[in-house]
């Protein structure tokens, strides 16, 4: 044999030892189920994934919520190891290999002894498993085979007896994916150092991202960091985008924009969704309110603080009108809430909405508000009359009265 021919050999070794060692990094770790509870201020898509994706294994999650009402996301995270893991022998870095071939093949070489009996499972990232086979050391042959899977990443997993796990990354280019699967001999890899394999991808990184599923908010993204079981409440409030136009102002558009970001808070049953001054208040009219006279005119009305009165109810309108006075800087909204809906307690109010507006955020709210068993209250009725009446601008101008 000449020298290059042993150059070459010695760097093809060294290629492959690098090739199963990268492939393998990561391989160890149980994954271990996190329940993340989740509840949005509106209807929102909630995805949580690694911050920095690794080549270790990992399940995400990805579930659109309805606003006001908790749901619950299931990630894989990596969890502890057991004891002592037996391992192929003479394997580099000493652990199981999955080295992938061409055209849609891969090859897995398993422990003999802790592996004999073991079910070999492909799963996507989201959890969903696509193929799942057993496998057994005694067999001369041990194929799995499944055609037309996707192209994209996929997460391998192998159950042993004795309660021995792995899992590892696989990206497959799409069409149908061949599995062959080997034996070999075992070593043992100390707990310590398995120990400290895990602890290290385990403490990594995940995000929670939220996105509104209508538009008009602000999506939601920040770093979380999940825990093996039950996992601490999300509470998500996305809030509403500011208008292109300059935001809440004393014009129209910048009226119009105030109007449209208490109608989103109305919807979401969130107050803290408006752009409030300091010393804001929030007035609903309440029958058991004391008349007051100030100025000789009589006021019928309560301040209510925010949060409470019909902030406790997520509302949805059916039908405004909105009047815009710029002088004022202020507008009146009428708002129809027949909630059409079947049940047997439907949610129906016909209110008149007052806002006023100091610099750009909203400084008063005050409500007046109609409902069920008041004298001659039918929203149903309101909302099929209200909505075909004509509330345009008048134009001409000269038609218009003076203010």
């Known amino acids: 044999m000449s020298t290059d021919q042993r150059r070459f050999l010695k760097k093809s070794a060294v290629k492959a030892v690098l090739l199963v060692s990268a492939l393998a990094v990561g391989a160890f770790s149980q994954v271990d189920t996190a329940k993340v509870p989740v509840i949005a201020n509106v209807d929102a898509n909630i995805m949580i994934s690694p911050t920095n994706p690794t080549p270790t294994i990992y399940f ?74 057993k496998v057994t050391a005694s067999s001369a042959v041990n194929n799995i085979s499944r055609p037309n899977i996707a192209a994209g990443a996929y997460i391998l997993s192998v159950k042993g007896i004795d309660g021995n796990y792995f899992t590892a990354r696989h990206a497959h280019d799409g069409g149908s994916l061949n599995i062959n699967v080997a034996f070999g001999h075992e070593s043992a890899v100390s707990a310590d150092q398995l120990r400290k394999e895990a602890d290290g991808l385990a403490a990594a990184s995940w995000t929670i991202k939220a996105k509104a599923t209508a538009a008009g908010y602000d999506s939601v993204s920040y770093e979380f960091t999940p825990v093996k079981g039950m996992n601490p409440l999300q509470n998500i409030t996305l809030k509403p985008q500011s208008i292109a136009s300059g935001g809440i ?45 100030s100025g000789g005119k009589m006021t019928y009305d309560k301040e209510v603080p925010f949060g409470d009165g019909l902030w406790k109810t997520p509302l949805k309108p059916d039908f405004h009108r ?82």
């Open 249 to 293: 102002n004393c014009k129209r558009e910048g009226l119009t924009a105030a109007v449209d970001v208490y109608l989103k808070a109305l919807e979401a049953g969130d107050y803290k969704l408006l752009p409030l001054t300091a010393n804001a208040k929030y007035i609903e009219n309440d029958h058991d309110a004391k008349q007051k006279y």
């Open 60 to 133: 995400g999650a990805n579930k659109t919520v309805k606003a006001g009402k908790a749901d619950t996301l299931i990630i894989g995270i990596l969890g502890s190891t057991s004891a002592v893991s037996h391992l192929p022998q003479g394997q580099a870095g000493g652990v199981p290999a999955v080295i992938k071939n061409s055209a849609g093949k891969a090859s897995l070489n398993l422990p003999a002894a802790s592996y004999k009996n073991a079910e070999v499972s492909l799963y996507t990232v989201n959890g969903k498993r696509v193929m799942s086979e």
């Open 322 to 403: 909105n009047l815009i006075d710029e002088t004022e800087c202020a507008t009146f909204t009428e708002i129809i809430i027949a909630d059409t809906a079947k049940g047997k307690n439907p949610k129906q109010y016909v209110m008149g909405a007052r806002l006023k507006i100091t610099g750009d955020k909203i400084s008063e709210i005050c409500l007046v508000v109609t409902q069920a068993g008041d004298w001659g209250f039918n929203a149903k009725n309101y909302l099929n009359y209200s909505a075909k009446e004509d509330w345009s601008i008048v134009m001409p101008a000269s038609d218009r009265r003076s203010r």
